[in-house]
């Protein structure tokens, strides 16, 4: 019998940047999909290839409905993600999913992120300018990346007090916390109580346009807290993407000197900018067989956006960073009704810092060697815990 101390564990990985951790490379060359331990020491299937992936982020019974909650098996031990788990029927949480994506989705169109370009490259610009008056070396990601996603995202919202704010949202975000306690963290309760102001007190920002939207303050919270969670993972795009040029001068020079390429450069670090996990828990609501293994309802599926990125059966060379890469039809946004609706909006960001920083410190490289650079483990979103810059 099969125990998770017979499986691989999901806490002995140490992924590098720009490449895969032997552990999974070996494991997607063993099959599509594997059983792992996960962080809490559940089991759990773990979708490592491209084609797999992209057939179940389409799959209508894989979501986050589980009949079970209290027993269900964990990624993480994290009070936020249990909050996205529901006992709903899978059909109701679609069309809940699809009425919270065409509510929010206007939000964050293509078209109104432009709108905000402007003053991101402001704030991109402000940024520079104390970075550059702080001399090298510095931490880059605590100087440029964490505060610019912050600062946008408070724009976004009209948060009035952002230091409260930015503490509830550090402290959301730690795992294993026990001073968090079971059920919902105190940023929830936060927002809930922003969202009853706004409803009286409305603003330009999208918790009042929620609001005026008839949503109920409870749901505001959640899909706020949702948004506030997933600021991170803008962050560490944006270093993972430093990290990659500093690491590749020639293809920085190629993108200097040929803007139009910004669009593909971009698709490159979202492929392959990652340092540390990108799983996104989902559980099965019916049985679904698929890449020689049988998916029992009620399971926990991870799928791992990152190694799919490495697949060679759709990328060729998958660790050389080309900018030049096309087509690049990476899951980083995932697909279906699951795609990001801040894609555009995380676009805007990573095209600002690229086209200021570069311009403004063309020289800039890391500090320190690429195998010192560490993820992220006590917090939700993989990311990087530094980057240490020189110029």
Request: net charge negative; proline share 7%; with cysteine.
């Amino acid at each position: 019998m099969t125990t998770t101390d017979d499986l691989p564990a999901l806490s002995s990985v140490r992924p590098a940047l720009g490449r895969l951790n032997p552990l999974m490379r070996e494991l997607q060359r063993q099959g599509p999909i594997c059983r792992v331990a996960t962080h809490t020491g559940d089991e759990a299937w773990l979708v490592t290839r491209y084609a797999e992936l992209k057939q179940l982020l389409m799959d209508k019974r894989l979501g986050r409905t589980h009949t079970d909650p209290a027993n269900m098996s964990r990624y993480l031990d994290n009070p936020l993600l249990d909050l996205l788990v529901s006992n709903q029927d899978p059909e109701q949480e679609r069309q809940a999913h699809l009425m919270m994506r065409n509510t929010l989705t206007p939000h964050f169109s293509a078209r109104r992120m432009e709108a905000l370009r402007p003053r991101i490259a402001e704030r991109v610009g402000d940024l520079i300018d104390v970075i550059t008056d702080a001399g090298p070396p510095l931490d880059i990601h605590a100087r440029m990346s964490l505060p610019l996603s912050f600062l946008v995202l408070c724009d976004l919202l009209e948060i009035p007090d952002r230091d409260t704010y930015l503490g509830l949202l550090r402290d959301a975000g730690q795992v294993g916390d026990p001073s968090l306690g079971p059920g919902k963290p105190p940023l929830f309760a936060h927002l809930t109580e922003l969202a009853a102001h706004k409803r009286t007190h409305p603003d330009e920002g999208l918790i009042s346009s929620l609001c005026e939207a008839g949503v109920e303050d409870e749901d505001v919270a959640a899909l706020i807290a949702m948004i506030s969670i997933s600021y991170q993972v803008t962050p560490n795009n944006i270093s993972a993407g430093i990290a990659l040029f500093a690491l590749n001068p020639v293809q920085r020079h190629l993108l200097v000197t040929d803007p139009e390429l910004m669009r593909h450069a971009i698709d490159e670090v979202l492929r392959m900018g990652k340092i540390g996990e990108s799983f996104v828990p989902r559980y099965a609501s019916a049985d679904i067989e698929i890449g020689g293994v049988n998916i029992r309802a009620g399971d926990l599926v991870l799928c791992d956006h990152y190694t799919a990125g490495f697949d060679e059966r759709v990328f060729d060379e998958p660790e050389r960073f080309d900018i030049t890469r096309a087509p690049n039809p990476h899951l980083a946004f995932s697909r279906g009704i699951t795609h990001c609706i801040g894609a555009p909006l995380a676009r805007v960001e990573m095209t600002e810092v690229f086209t200021g920083l570069f311009a403004r410190l063309p020289e800039i490289r890391l500090a320190v060697a690429a195998d010192r650079l560490h993820a992220i483990t006590s917090q939700l979103g993989a990311g990087i815990v530094e980057l240490p810059v020189t110029w």
